[in-house]
């Protein structure tokens, strides 16, 4: 079964500082990845998209991918209480496909 | 701009009573639309996608069922709900074609079975 896996948490981070989230899958040939921010109680939101190995800059947000080891990652710079919500990672699997599969989300908690 | 609507926000349902929740995307033609559940604690799953009207794909085996009897309309019913059937429900589109195309999602109804 294809699988999109992530740390629950929950992850602690003091304000101010760099925020790490990860995310690994097992299909090879997935072609799209995609980082959403939920909010308690709120639908998810798309934060950042990537589809090329490296890494992709949007202001305060860096998502990475590393095709060859199946990871992609969000860091969170200068982190602050805002930013404190569940993290789900998503990925599009076998090319063609119409259906993005989700990791758990990993929940993130900003200490001021 | 497109925007896709949602509702109810909230329902209570109790054991046994029919379902139905309702989506509607504007701004766009023939978009894939998706339903997901989101259990307590849980993550996102799939439970149907539709690429074009009539045209309804199941990801998984439960007492619910899809429709989409319109471009822009994508209905997720129930004729008898279970316990098991609470959670939040998010109705989700996004354009057809190539696999880097975003999903964006209503706002999402939070169901409870009693």
């Known amino acids: 079964q294809k699988e999109v896996e992530q740390n629950s948490g929950p992850l602690s981070v003091p304000e101010g500082a760099i925020a790490s989230l990860n995310c690994t899958y097992s299909?090879?040939?997935?072609?799209?990845f995609f980082w959403y921010r939920q909010y308690s109680g709120k639908s998810p939101e798309l934060i950042m998209s990537i589809y090329s190995n490296g890494d992709k800059e949007d202001g305060r947000f860096t998502a990475q991918l590393n095709k060859a080891s199946q990871y992609v990652s969000l860091l969170i710079r200068d982190s602050q209480p805002s930013d404190s919500a569940t993290y789900l990672c998503a990925v599009n699997m076998d090319f063609g496909n119409e259906k993005l599969t989700f990791g758990t989300g990993t929940r993130l908690t900003i200490i001021p | 701009s497109q925007t896709i609507h949602q509702w109810p926000a909230t329902l209570v349902q109790p054991v046994g009573s029919p379902l139905s929740l309702e989506c509607t995307v504007e701004g766009t033609s023939n978009p894939n639309l998706y339903w997901y559940r989101q259990a307590a604690g849980r993550g996102l799953q799939l439970l149907f996608y539709?690429?074009?009207?009539?045209?309804i794909s199941s990801e998984v085996p439960q007492n619910l069922s899809a429709s989409r009897p319109q471009d822009r309309q994508f209905i997720l019913s129930s004729k008898k709900l279970l316990l098991s059937d609470s959670g939040f429900y998010l109705c989700?589109?996004?354009?057809?074609?190539?696999?880097?195309?975003?999903?964006?999602f209503g706002s999402g109804t939070q169901l409870s079975v009693l």
């Open positions: 989700a589109w996004r354009r057809p074609g190539p696999t880097n195309e975003k999903l964006f």
């Open positions: 299909d090879r040939v997935s072609q799209s």
């Open positions: 539709s690429v074009g009207i009539g045209q």
